[in-house]
């Protein structure tokens, strides 16, 4: 497992964040007794809206006194999850990224409008195969 991930329960009274577990499709991790504990413990089947998910890095987002669990994702699985939580524009920005390879587009151009989108370096560096020195030099 390559990240990390939470799953979290939102109350009736708390705005929708995250990505409901649903629309992620099929997490390795759903398949463990520690989730399948959590949630029987919690009373909720994986498929209810209430049941959410976001990247590690997002873990800002999850409302205050939420319940939580940390869950390993695979690189794959975190993408689909990053991919369901972010905004529609970095989505669209990721899958530029991810075809940067086969296009003459402006690396420099692409790897700014990214990061000013949001999108962590890291991240950038991972979707387009720079070397993460490279971005640092397309910031300055």
């Known amino acids: 497992m390559a990240d990390e991930a939470f799953l979290f329960l939102l109350d009736d009274r708390q705005p929708l964040s995250g990505a409901p577990l649903a ?22 089947p994986a498929t209810s809206e209430r049941v959410r998910v976001v990247p590690g890095d997002a873990e800002g987002v999850v409302p205050e006194g939420a319940e939580r669990l ?12 990053r991919r369901e939580c972010a905004p529609r524009s970095v989505t669209d920005l990721e899958y530029e990224l991810l075809r940067f390879r086969e296009t003459a587009q402006d690396v420099r151009a692409l790897v700014q409008r990214a ?14 195969g720079l070397d993460p020195r490279e971005i640092g030099r397309f910031t300055g």
């Not at 940390?70 to 999850?81: G, T, Y």
């Not at 990061?115 to 387009?128: D, F, K, Q, S």
């Open 23 to 44: 629309a992620v499709g099929t997490l390795e991790c759903t398949g463990t007794p520690a989730v399948h504990g959590w949630l029987q413990a919690h009373g909720v």
């Open 70 to 81: 940390p869950v390993p994702l695979s690189e794959e699985e975190a993408s689909r999850v």
């Open 115 to 128: 990061l000013t989108a949001g999108i962590p370096a890291p991240r950038v560096a991972r979707l387009t």
